[in-house]
């Protein structure tokens, strides 16, 4: 196939509510999506970056100029196989340090590819499983806001919820949510809020006092921070096996591995974003499988499209920690894109031919605030 055009979108979708990490906090959500012109048909891809660059470096509108000014520009034209397999797909000049703007083109190849075969991602990764339990993840508020919130989820089928902590904001919420939540899955995430100094506190907030403690932990120490983490996991051998997942610090199999290697992590969340893509995703899940490494799949408040490609993978065997799967209205007031399907608990692995379905456009004109052509 040949890329023919690129049409980016800039959206402004509003939030049921702000999402609140120790990182910053998200208002309202700046998003970008493409629309890919090929030899063999359309294609869709998301760029989940946030709109500030608080959670890594990359935001919405600094990938909206990358892939226009750079990434798009370069793969007008060029050769590119019909039928990738998540080894060969790969966007030129995509290994550069910009992770979630490659991801975006990334995507929309695949689905390009997969509409003009009829084949559904889930297929194409190997997945067996057609439905994967249901997650969702709690940003930061008082005790009192958390404990009502996790309620409400948990009655509308929910039953792991993730929690983000910081320090002095930990202990007391996991007991409260342990006391009246004694039965679900709770992993807490700091965000890398906490530091070497902290290790003894973590470790006791991880196992617990008379309540059950946590069932993971995510990126508790800065990415830097990596002899932190393995202080908390040699800490945490003994006794009942949390998973020290990491988040923030790896963006490619290469981190993976070289964190696995020194015992810095012993659970690994996945968002394709983060490491540059479905096909990077696929590799990191591999590496994990064959190290008996819990993955789990992670959220970025996407789109209903975001959200159907998180599904298909966490249909893949690896991942055993319930990963942020809610549907994308979990976070989003409104969007273009068709939403996953939630049942009994579950999310139902998307069927459809392609990353995931095609966009409304009038709500897609609504909230379009920027638009560009590469061409
Ligand atoms: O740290 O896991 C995180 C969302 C955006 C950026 C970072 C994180 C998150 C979440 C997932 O916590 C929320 C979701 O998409 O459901
Ligand atoms: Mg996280």
Redesign the pocket.
């Known amino acids: 196939m040949r890329v023919l055009a690129v049409e980016l979108f800039l959206l402004e979708l509003p939030l049921n509510e702000p999402?609140v990490?120790s990182?910053g906090e998200?208002r309202s959500r700046a998003i970008v999506m493409a629309r890919v012109a090929t030899t063999i048909g359309p294609g869709w891809g998301e760029c989940s970056a946030?709109p500030a660059a608080t959670?890594t470096d990359e935001s919405a509108t600094g990938c909206y100029r990358s892939i226009g000014d750079e990434l798009a520009p370069g793969l007008i034209g060029r050769p590119l196989p019909d039928d990738p397999s998540p080894d060969t797909v790969a966007v030129p000049g995509g290994d550069r340090g910009r992770p979630m703007a490659t991801s975006c083109l990334e995507m929309a190849l695949i689905d390009a590819s997969l509409r003009s075969r009829g084949l559904s991602l889930a297929r194409w990764l190997g997945a067996e499983r057609d439905r994967v339990p249901a997650g969702?993840?709690i940003?930061l508020g008082t005790v009192g806001e958390t404990v009502a919130a996790a309620e409400r989820l948990v009655a509308d089928g929910f039953g792991r919820l993730?929690v983000?902590i910081e320090p002095g904001h930990d202990a007391r919420l996991v007991e409260a949510l342990r006391r009246a939540l004694p039965a679900v899955e709770l992993q807490v995430?700091a965000?890398g809020a906490y530091d070497e100094a902290d290790v003894d506190d973590v470790a006791r907030l991880v196992v617990g006092a008379a309540e059950r403690g946590v069932d993971a932990i995510?990126?508790p120490f800065a990415p830097a921070a990596e002899a932190a983490a393995v202080e908390l996991i040699e800490r945490l051998a003994s006794g009942r096996a949390v998973p020290v997942v990491a988040?923030?610090a790896v963006s490619s199999v290469r981190d993976a591995a070289r964190l696995l290697a020194r015992g810095a992590m012993s659970g690994l969340?996945i968002?394709p974003a983060r490491v540059g893509g479905i096909g990077e995703s696929k590799r990191l899940h591999d590496l994990c499988l064959a190290n008996g490494l819990p993955a789990t799949a992670?959220?970025?408040?996407?789109t209903g499209l975001g959200r159907h490609a998180l599904a298909a993978l966490a249909a893949l065997p690896g991942f055993c920690l319930t990963g942020?799967l809610?549907p994308a209205s979990?976070?989003l007031a409104a969007d273009p894109w068709p939403d996953l399907t939630m049942v009994d608990g579950e999310i139902l692995v998307p069927t459809d031919h392609g990353v995931g379905p095609e966009p409304d456009e009038a709500l897609l004109e609504r909230f379009t605030v920027d638009r560009r052509l590469v061409d």
């Open positions: 999402f990490a990182h998200t946030l959670y969702v993840s940003g993730k983000k995430d965000n995510e990126q988040d923030e969340s968002k992670g959220g970025m408040l996407e942020d809610s979990r976070w």
